[in-house]
């Protein structure tokens, strides 16, 4: 589910970027920008309640 949603979130971030007028050849700052940014938030709601710290 993670790796759905980041998924999608890159490709939307990567035409998001060429819209703007960004420079990005090779995707850099979606996949590792966004797509990071995006699977480490995700990971923290989507995770079973015995992997999370603290609970």
């Known amino acids: 589910m993670v790796g759905l949603i980041s998924g999608s979130i890159v490709v939307f971030s990567g035409l998001w970027l060429e819209k703007l007028g960004l420079d990005d050849a090779v995707g850099a700052v979606s996949i590792h920008g966004f797509g990071d940014a995006t699977g480490t938030i995700l ?5 079973p309640p015995e992997f999370r710290p603290g609970l």
């Open 43 to 47: 990971l923290a709601f989507l995770a």
